[in-house]
Structure formats: structure tokens, C-alpha cells
């Protein structure tokens, strides 16, 4: 049958166009990847964030939702967010906000919690209408400048309103609370990182653009995760910092301790980022009652939100807690691998990132912000001294200023004359003496006039320097990154070490004195010294 695929040929009503079937999927599924990749699956690389995670800060910070206000139920909040800019479903942004508010999931929470907000057990939130939400400090530093023109803003779903592109952070969001989710074709899982190492790197950044990634590495040393635990080799961050491809062992933190009887304890405190409580001590439970692990006599969660993680594991009389706790590392997720893919969206395309990259975006997305702060400023600070520039003329003028406006049928006449008065006023100018209140023409409130203008024209000098000096520029934004360092940043809650990270077979066999024989015919056999 020969095909007909002349764009020309339509129906009656000229509304139906025929088109390749084959090249109609590979233009829908492009422009569907796209959309998933850019508008849902990976973060921006200037805020960190989500298209649903931006909206959730920017639709609680017009609630006005901040730190020291009351708390707001988080269905409001998500009817907020869904009505105005997020056109999915409701149960995606819920969980989007549970988990910015989640202590274990997030390194930096960007969310003040009430009511219950799920466990690290696994044990999920309560109904969006019965919790309360807030935001935390530490977001409305990255809210922070929104009204001035430091980002560009887009229309929302319904073209009815406008919403940011992106947030105009003073915190390199990305690196300290890391991201993940699996997009088409492409997916993302980057690790959190300590605050004030990320701010240290990028201050060393600042001062000197060709830092290596192991002189950065100084700085940002590795992944620092919301539950601690322990980094175990760092063969897989090293590469993951050079490439942004790369693995992290993660250690659960354990000690041993001994009972009054003289029988041993291992005591889990921290159990590896993202690895559950409960099926850790079900996992462990499996292996001893499958004769797996043999030395564990009866294991425990003994964990509570007062004291935090404590897994109790009881050793049986003969057992070796070293020999134990490596069998732990090698069977359960006391000792988990976490593959590191630095994907994000830069300049509106996916792009794998390595340590430089992530800090080299930040701080030049924080230097475009100050540049257009800066604009704003001056802009607003020229407008309002050039307002107060009419004032100081009026009260120069002012018994014939009154005079004139006494004379004046209407005000638009009265605005002409003024104008036209010959002391260089202008029609802005004008229209504000006319709008002054009198009590701002006695003498002390034009001593108040005088001050603020004297001070307008000293801010305007400070910001004209401020725009041509690239040095100063770069020095405010350590200044701001110092201070979000002295308010939030903490040490690290990660031990590194560099040992390697494979558990040997001989760790997880108990040493012992032990007979061997050989018989006549060429068997050997191994027997306890105790028992031979």
C-alpha cells in the first residue's frame, strides 16, 4: 500500500495532519525524557533542588511558614503548592516535604517538623492532616534576596502566576545534602557532605581558581551522612571527587562492651545512611537462626528517638566479638556500598560533575546573584535619592512651593508648575512633594531628610565599587558563606578511614590453638586443641 504522508492533505476541517508514526515517537519520547530529566528526576546544580522541592520552599515562604512563625499543617501547605505550581499528584509532593524535614534523610534539614514525620524503622508519616510544618533557618538563607531580582522568574502551570527558576542560595545545597532519582536514560544519587567543609572548599575555591580536586580534597574530604557511621577506604570517593562517578563503603559505628556475668555485648550506635533498624535486626536474627552466624546468642533494637540508634547484640560464651562483627560487615547492611553518579542540571542539560565542577557552579551562580542584587539595590537606592532630592529642593523653596500650590486649581496643575518653576525638579520629583505630609517640613524632619539622603549617596558609592571591583564581589560572598558556617556549620558525624574495604575470609574465622593430622591415606583433619 503506498504511503501518503503529504503534510497537505488534510480533512474536511483542516485540523488533522498526517505525520510518520516512527518520527512522531522519537520527537515524543525526546520531549517527554526532557521533561522528566529537567522539570521532575534531577536537581539544578546552582540550588540543589527539585522543580517539587523548590516549590515546597517557595509556597511555604509566601504562607510567610518561617522558623520563629507557627506551624501550618502540611495539607495547606501541599493544597499550596498543588493549586499554584505543582500540577502532580499530592502524595509526591507530601513525601517530597516529609523527607526535607526527616533528620536521617537529610544532613541539613531544610524543614521544621511537628507531629509524627515517620522513624528510620521505616515506619511512615501520619496523614498530611495531622502534621505541621515550618521552615527552618537555614532555608530562608536560601530564600534569601528572592524580592530582588537575583533570579529569573517563569509562569507557572496556568500562566496565572510566576515562580523562580531557581533559588538564589547563599548554601551550596547540592554538595551538603547530596540528591538522587532515576530519570530516563539517566539517573543521579550524590552523597551529603559537611557544611562547613563545603564552605571551607569553596572559599579555597574562591581564592585560588586552579586548586586541584586533592587540594580541594583538603577541604571537602568525603561524604558526611545524616546517621554517621564510618567511611571505610577511600579508593571510591577519590574517584567519584576526580570523575563524579565513584562508591563509598559505609561502616555501621559498633562497640563491645562487657556484662556483669562476663559475657560480651556488641553494641550497634550507628547503622549505615539509609539502612533500616528493624531489618537490620531481622536480617541478623535470619543468619542466627540459619546457623550462618554462629556466636550470637539473642539480638535486640533497643533504638528510641531520646537515645537514638542501639542495636544490643549478645555474644555466646565462646564467641569472639571481632570475629563476629566481621561476619556482620560481610553478610548484613552493617556495611553497605553506595555507588556515587554526580548528575545534574546545568545550563538546562544533564551533566556528570566532579568536586570542582559542583563548587565552580555554585560559586559563580553566587557571584551572577550578587552582581544582580547589587543592580537592584542601586537602582532602588538612585530612585529613592533622587526622591529625596525634590524634598531638599521643596524645603530650599518652601514658602514659594506653597504659595505656588495654594494658587493650583488641581493637583496635575499644580505638578505643571512645579515642573516648570525652575529648580530643576521633574515630574517624579513633583508629584512626590505634592503626596509630602506636612509634618515632614519642619526643620527636624528635614535634618532626617538630609541624614537618610547623605546616607543614600554613600550606599550608592558603595555599590557602584561594589559592581566594578570583581575582588570585592568575591570577598562578600566569603563573607556570606562565613557566616552561614558560624550559624549552622557543625563537625563531622562521618570517621574516614583508609583501610581497605574488603573483609578477608581469615576475619571471619575465630583464632584458635588447633591440632592438625594427616592420615595414611592423604586426609588432614582440623581439631580444636581443646578437644583432640
Partial sequence: MEENLDPQETN????????????QMKTAYIDYSMSVIVGRA??????GLKPVHRRILFAMDNLGLRHNRPFKKSATIVGEVLGKYHPHGD??????L???????????????KQGNFGNPDGDGPAAMRYTEARLKMLSEYMLQDLDKDTVDFQLNFDD???E???LPTRIPQLLVNGSSGIAVGMATNMMPHNLSEAIDGCIAFIDNREITIDELMEHVKAPDFPTGGIIFGMEGVKAAMHLGRGRVVLRGRVNVETK??????????EVPYQVNRDSLTNRIGELVNEKIIDGIAHVNNESNNKEGTRLVIDLKKDAIANVVINQLYKLTDLQTSYGINNVAIVKGRPKTLNLKDLVSEFVDFRHEVVIRRAKYELNEAEKRAHILRGYLIALDHLDEVISLIRSSATPEIAKDKLVNAGWGLDEIQAKAILELR??????????KIKEEYDELMKLIAHLNELLSNETMRFDLIKTELLEIKEKFGDTRKTEITYLDDEVKIKDLIKEEDVVITISHLGYIKRTPADEY
Fill in 12 to 23: 474536511d476541517s483542516n485540523r488533522i495532519i498526517p505525520v510518520n508514526i516512527e518520527e
Fill in 42 to 47: 534531577l536537581p539544578d546544580v546552582r540550588d
Fill in 91 to 96: 502524595t509526591a509532593v507530601y513525601d517530597a
Fill in 98 to 112: 516529609v523527607r526535607m524535614a526527616q533528620d536521617w534523610n537529610m544532613r541539613y534539614e531544610l524543614i521544621d
Fill in 160 to 162: 496565572s502566576l510566576k
Fill in 164 to 166: 523562580p527558576t531557581v
Fill in 260 to 269: 556483669p556475668s562476663g559475657r560480651e555485648q556488641i553494641i550497634i550506635t
Fill in 438 to 447: 506636612l509634618q515632614r517640613l519642619t526643620g527636624m524632619e528635614r535634618d
